[in-house]
């Protein structure tokens, strides 16, 4: 174990200091970090929201709350006059795959659309007959996906072309958070990228997508490299930021790989959020690219792959805020597999990775009489893990090098239990990344390894090391046969 990354008091925290925000599905957060990637005692703050939801599938957020948000979290943060001008650097993280509509003066037309918003499902099945998928999908890295910006816009066009006429510009919510903040839409390669239009390969956009979409390249913010941040004016109630210089928005993806330590081939980053996702960095494009997969560009030479998931610590929030579950959870987690336990496929908003059914919703069999409430929860725990194993099952070939799983997010800290049923579920060990806010660390990194180069960085935080147990792995195999069977049979069609 290792706890090198402790906060650190602002008397004792190494220049230059950077102030990192992230920008989740469920707060806006940020606080400053000193040279060395630690969090400056103090100098955190976070402002809770959710998004709204639907049964037709809608998943949005208010991009002035948000904005808003980040204004009272720089002012707290900020506002402590003790950091003089020590502040040399401000950088942002979002949830990806986000969209807005923007008018001429920089105001939204639209909510924010955000990842998990499945309404164009209609328009993804479209534009399979339209399109060659896995064409498409060698060039840009990602599928034909409500997540993306294709069928959106389709379905934006069809459902509201009042506002599509009136779009100038279609932003991230990052981005529009930027130019509310400093007149500038600064979108990172990796946030460009998430949208389903940048070429992996090359970093320019898709033609063929962006006719698709029915737009053009101007509606869109160019992506700018994260090692070239811009000076900015600072807000005049803000004077710490006045030598700050202002990083272009990256995901949350990313950012959490880097803050977890998964920076190279080698770490494979399990992220276990309100959604969640199985991550590797690599050097270049993935070659293969298996098909259930994503390959985002996020520099000028690196891309990561993987898969997400929707719904990881939001159906553990779920089952605890609907079934009548015991006060203590981890026995039942700890627990032996059992064959009386439910087989839940946990897809309460839609899957991603690996089959990319949008429209799936949960499914759970093997209920009875006699299944009780921890039961169920412990059948959701399994479901996410499988989930987790069927995007490592199609990584493996395309990155054999992997050595190590961290697991890093709310549900790992919350319930670390349920990182041994993950180990089992994938059979190989799972280390637990005990920093709270990785992301938000990764992000300060970004910009430190811009702003302090040279300077050593503080080990992250880890926790037990989950070994599989052998028995529990057979149990979890035949176990996953039965989930994809239902899966076949139930949603693929």
């Known amino acids: 174990m290792s706890s090198i990354d402790e906060d650190v008091a602002l008397q004792a925290a190494l220049d230059p200091l950077v102030l990192a925000l992230d920008i989740g599905s469920t707060a806006t957060r940020g606080g400053v970090h000193d040279a060395s990637g630690r969090r400056v005692r103090g100098l955190q703050h976070k402002v809770p929201h959710a998004f709204t939801v639907a049964p037709d599938g809608t ?28 502040i040399a650097g401000v950088a942002m993280d979002t949830f990806a795959a986000s969209l807005i509509a923007v008018d001429a003066s920089g105001r939204a037309l639209t909510p924010c659309l955000t990842y998990a918003d499945s309404r164009s499902a209609a328009h993804v099945t479209a534009l399979r007959q339209e399109l060659d998928e896995h064409a498409v999908q060698q060039r840009t890295g990602t599928r034909l996906h409500t997540s993306y910006h294709v069928p959106r816009l389709r379905w934006l066009a069809a459902t509201r072309p009042d506002v599509v006429a009136r779009t100038v510009s279609w932003w991230s919510l990052g981005e529009y958070v930027w130019a509310r903040l400093i007149g500038r839409p600064l979108a990172g390669t990796s946030t460009v990228a998430w ?27 160019p992506p700018c490299d994260i090692t070239r941040p811009l000076p900015a004016p600072a807000p005049p109630r803000r004077p710490t930021l006045a030598r700050a210089a202002w990083f272009p928005v990256i995901t949350d993806g990313l950012a959490s790989n880097i803050g977890s ?72 987690l700890t627990a032996a597999p059992s064959d009386a336990t439910p087989l839940v496929l946990p897809y309460l908003t839609g899957e991603r990775a690996p089959g990319w059914v949008g429209s799936a919703r949960a499914v759970l069999g093997g209920v009875s009489a006699a299944t009780d409430a921890d039961a169920l929860f412990r059948g959701i725990v399994e479901g996410v893990a499988m989930t987790y194993a069927r995007v490592a099952d199609e990584l493996h070939p395309a990155a ?34 005990t920093r709270r806010r990785a992301t938000q660390r990764g992000t300060a990194l970004l ?42 049979t139930l949603l693929r069609t």
């Open 59 to 86: 998943s949005v957020i208010d991009p002035d709350q948000v904005a808003a948000e980040v204004g009272q979290v720089l002012d707290a943060v900020a506002g402590d006059r003790r950091l003089g001008t020590r």
């Open 195 to 221: 949208t389903g239009l940048l070429d992996r390969r090359t970093g320019e956009l898709d033609a063929e997508l962006l006719a698709a979409a029915g737009v053009h390249p101007g509606q869109l913010s």
């Open 261 to 332: 330590g998964a920076t190279d081939a080698t770490v494979l980053t399990a992220a276990t959020a309100t959604s969640g996702a199985l991550r590797v960095l690599l050097d270049g494009p993935a070659d293969p690219l298996p098909f259930g997969l994503w390959n985002y560009r996020v520099d000028g030479g690196r891309t990561l792959l993987g898969g997400a998931i929707n719904d990881v610590g939001r159906a553990i929030s779920w089952a605890q805020s609907t079934l009548r579950l015991s006060p203590a959870l981890d026995p039942v």
């Open 400 to 433: 054999p090098q992997v050595l190590e799983v961290a697991a890093a997010g709310r549900v790992s800290n919350d319930q670390p239990a349920w990182l041994q049923v993950l180990a089992d579920v994938l059979g190989r060990p799972v280390t637990h990344v």
């Open 447 to 488: 910009a430190l390894d811009v702003l302090a180069p040279d300077v050593p960085r503080a080990a992250r935080a880890t926790g037990a090391t989950y070994e599989p147990r052998p028995a529990h792995v057979e149990h979890y195999a035949q176990r996953r046969e039965r989930f994809a069977t239902v899966y076949d």
